[in-house]
């Protein structure tokens, strides 16, 4: 049901186009990748641990949804085209995977348009929040019975 799953394409690579057409990669997954995906496992400590020791316990949805809003344009490239062309784009998920000494899984960031953030809301968000409260209103005991442990849950 999440969106990520459901696109048929997400961004491997990423660079700024500088005034002069050029792209520039440097520093850019520094200074902004890695530094959102230490911030999501961070965020994602601070959460108590749930105790569900009695039937009736609150269950909490968490949804995390890190993400860059840009005022620039968007662009897709599909580089294994014959010709590949740009693609203006109001938003594109981007996904990449993160072993380091302090880092390790698989993280994905979504780049959004600012004009854009009300589409991204109701294509990809709304979707994914009105399943949630209808599985919460209307079947509890799914919602009650799947789950997985918090510690399987600080791995994704």
Request: neutral net charge; aromatic residues 16%; glycine residues 6%.
């Amino acid at each position: 049901m999440h969106y990520d799953f459901a696109a048929e394409v997400k961004a491997n690579q990423f660079c700024q186009i500088d005034g002069r057409g050029k792209a520039n990669h440097g520093g850019l997954y520094d200074s902004i990748f890695y530094p959102m995906a230490k911030a999501l496992m961070a965020r994602k400590r601070e959460i108590p641990t749930p105790t569900y020791t009695r039937p009736g316990d609150w269950r909490y949805f968490w949804f995390f949804v890190p993400m860059v809003v840009t005022s620039g344009d968007i662009y897709y490239v599909d580089s294994t085209a014959t010709d590949p062309e740009p693609q203006e784009r109001d938003y594109v998920t981007f996904k990449r995977e993160i072993r380091s000494e302090k880092l390790k899984g698989t993280f994905t960031i979504d780049f959004i348009r600012q004009d854009r953030l009300e589409r991204f809301f109701s294509d990809c968000l709304q979707p994914l929040v009105s399943r949630m409260a209808d599985l919460t209103m209307n079947n509890a005991d799914f919602v009650l019975k799947q789950g997985i442990s918090w510690e399987q849950w600080l791995s994704r």
